[in-house]
Nanobody, 132 residues
Framework: QVQLEESGGGLVQAGGSLRLSCAAS????????MAWFRQAPGKEREFVAA?????????LYGDSVKGRFTISRVDDENTVYLQMGSLEPEDTAVYYC????????????????????????WGQGTQVTVSS
């Protein structure tokens, strides 16, 4: 398994941008699909975005962040990023990075990516607070 550590969270005004990073240690990072989830106080964990393993072309975004957030990975750095733009107070949450070897591509669709049960490794989370 990989060990994951998020960074880049903080306080930002509505309409602003922030980039989260997730550094992975361990073996075979490139073989893992990576994702971001978030959890706001009193709410269930919510899927944000996922990206397929190296060599596959596939991303998936939650409906609430489509067009505003972008997930990317740099395998040479063992890092996955979440570029967040047009931030809203509703984006306030703890953001978690997760890794999985269980996702599959069916055509251009990254299957099962939104299911937290498919991920075997999780980071500790980083707080993002968006002020109005």
């Amino acid at each position: 398994q990989v060990q994951l550590e998020e960074s880049g969270g903080g306080l930002v005004q509505a309409g602003g941008s922030l980039r989260l990073s997730c550094a992975a240690s361990g073996r075979a990072f490139s073989s893992y699909s990576m994702a971001w989830f978030r959890q706001a106080p009193g709410k269930e964990r919510e899927f944000v975005a996922a990206i397929a393993w190296s060599g596959a072309v596939g991303t998936l975004y939650g409906d609430s962040v489509k067009g505003r957030f972008t997930i990317s990975r740099v395998d040479d750095e063992n890092t996955v990023y979440l570029q967040m733009g047009s931030l809203e107070p509703e984006d306030t949450a703890v953001y978690y990075c997760a890794a999985s070897t269980r996702l599959r591509m069916v055509g251009s669709v990254l299957m099962y990516a939104a299911l937290s049960s498919q991920y075997s490794s999780w980071g500790q989370g980083t707080q993002v607070t968006v002020s109005s």
